[in-house]
């Protein structure tokens, strides 16, 4: 069926900081400069917000770029810090880190507390009031691309298919989005994103990208426990000292505290289980203390890119850009990624205008890369390259020998350390590993799968091609399911993955169990044969959060 197509300037894929801050930089310099600019704005949840998890704590020095005037505008950052604390847990206690030992990356003062949901719905508020075209429950589903193979745009999503890919009886085709220039803006292993890597070569000199899977609970609590500002990091327990994980809890404001834990994708015994380890986390006496007499009210997890400086693929492209978590930044030393995002969005935006002023188009913007490089958003990825490198050296050391890189050479060390291995080659055989058990839920303190997805709000139309596509049908049992007793029954954190087996043969198949999914894209990451696809599904459908 005939597409219709939507002309622009500038379309962006995405509607997280990235995103919004270059949509909204490009209707700056146009209003500056008295042009016409055209920006398009898609972005696969039901609204602006709707996917977005982050810890988080801000740096608001991009933001304080965009919009200097954010207080008096009513920008929600609430929860200014007050106190850092960090921990080095073991199972039944630990210790605390003096904040003069701390290197100068793990301190938060100036800081904010807040929800990065609620700041992109403000951030959405002001894109609209600008000009900006924003249309939420519209997936970016394929790029396109012109005679010279430039990308001249993306379709959005057909509405309506059923479970076999033929058109229902309530079928709508995807829009066609041209451009001048198009951002991809998808987070952290962004569909199109990947394609285009790939297509380009964008990767090419640079080190593998390495993942992290953050796992997020929001809960209201008791007034007596609650401390506004508070930022509470810890290492150790419940990770193996071999295994890169770490934990946090940040109080916010009207009660209501964030409590997640991350795990590097880079582990290497396939029985860990992240969302177990974050399960078991809540249940530490340091963290416990805060929660008990709380009530949970919602749910997420999503992926991260931690390979900082090393793992950056090329920028640009014929027609467009990567930025934000697309690209990979994020600085995984100071547990932050959205002031990253802010700023490589008005980066690529400020080159995008002067280009579109020169009465260029579907070009390189050369000028973002060249821009970033110049900026202190480099200076700062640069000093903090080592962490993730030391870090994957185990716990002890890995500590010892980046406190040295930041308090004796203040991140100006004369080496950079490299990663040479993608995360999903790191697994180990299931027959060279320790299962690991993990305790059964409480319902207090600790939950199932099942009633943390029902909290994350998610919500998928069951009769449509399934998002979640496996490149060859028979590689879960013959070779994952074999060799590595099916880890992605353990890294996904939604239940979406299920071995099961017929009762009279005794013959195992993997379930794919759709609805759950949470858009985390751990399964596009971790799964040891790179066989799971994850693919756009319906516009407006996954998680809805709330605060998160």
């Not at 593998?208 to 810890?234: A, C, D, F, R």
């Not at 109080?251 to 590097?264: F, R």
């Not at 490149?471 to 049992?477: G, L, Q, S, W």
Request: some cysteine.
């Amino acid at each position: 069926m005939e597409r219709d197509a939507m002309e622009f300037d500038v379309v962006v894929v995405g509607g997280g900081p990235a995103g919004l801050s270059a949509a909204i930089r490009l209707k700056q310099l146009a209003a500056e400069q008295n042009r016409e600019v055209s920006v398009c704005l898609i972005e696969k949840g039901s609204e602006i917000g709707a996917h977005i998890l982050s810890g988080a704590v801000m740096d608001p020095r991009a933001l304080s770029e965009l919009f200097p005037n954010w207080k008096e505008e009513g920008a929600p950052l609430n929860a200014p810090v007050v106190e850092d604390r960090f921990f080095i847990l073991n199972e039944s206690g630990g210790f605390r880190v003096p904040n003069w030992v701390l290197p100068g990356c793990f301190h938060n003062e100036g800081n904010y507390v807040i929800s990065l949901g609620n700041v992109c719905r403000w951030l959405g508020e002001r894109a609209e009031a600008l000009g900006v075209e924003i249309y939420p429950g519209f997936a970016g589903s394929e790029v396109l691309f012109d005679e010279n193979g430039a990308v001249k745009g993306v379709a959005t999503g057909d509405m309506g298919l059923l479970k076999n890919g033929e058109p229902g009886p309530n079928h709508q085709p995807g829009m066609e989005l041209h451009a001048k220039y198009t951002f991809f803006a998808e987070g952290c292993r962004g569909h199109l994103g990947k394609q285009l890597q790939a297509r380009f070569k964008l990767q090419e000199g640079a080190d593998p990208q390495t993942y992290g899977i953050g796992i997020k609970e929001l809960w209201e609590i008791k007034p007596e426990n609650h401390q506004p500002g508070l930022v509470v990091h810890t290492g150790g327990w419940p990770m193996q000292p071999d295994t890169y994980g770490g934990g946090f809890l940040y109080h916010l404001e009207n009660n209501q505290v964030s409590v997640g834990y991350v795990v590097g994708l880079g582990y290497e015994n396939p029985y860990l289980s992240p969302y177990e380890e974050f399960q078991r986390y809540k249940t530490h006496p340091e963290i416990r203390k805060f929660l008990e007499g709380g009530k949970r009210i919602a749910y997420g997890a999503r992926a991260l890119t931690a390979g900082g400086l090393q793992s950056l693929p090329k920028l640009t492209f014929p027609g467009g850009v990567l930025i934000g978590d697309d690209a990979g930044f994020l600085n995984a030393a100071r547990i932050k990624g959205s002031h990253c995002a802010l700023k490589t969005g008005a980066l690529a935006a400020e080159a995008c205008f002067a280009a579109l002023a020169g009465e260029r188009q579907r070009d390189e913007l050369t000028a973002y890369p060249e821009a970033f490089r110049a900026s202190w958003l480099y200076e700062e990825l640069h000093a903090t390259r080592n962490f993730k490198p030391w870090m994957a050296k185990g716990l002890t050391l890995g500590s010892i020998m980046f406190g040295i890189d930041q308090i004796v050479f203040r991140g100006k060390a004369p080496w950079t350390l490299r990663n040479t291995t993608p995360d999903h080659e790191k697994l180990k055989p299931a027959a060279a590993c320790q299962p690991i058990a993990y305790p059964k839920p409480d319902g207090v303190l600790t939950f199932d799968r099942l009633s943390s997805v029902f909290l994350s709000s998610t919500n998928h139309e069951e009769d449509q091609p399934c998002h979640l596509q496996l490149k060859d049908a028979e590689t879960p049992i013959l070779v994952n399911l074999a060799k590595y007793d099916a880890p992605e029954q353990r890294f996904c954190p939604a239940g979406v993955y299920e071995i099961l087996r017929d009762d009279s043969a005794n013959s195992p198949r993997l379930q794919i169990n759709a609805q759950n999914c949470v858009h985390c894209k751990t399964c596009d990451i971790k799964d040891p044969t790179q066989n799971i696809n994850w693919v756009t599904p319906q516009g407006g459908e996954g998680p809805t959060y709330p605060n998160m």
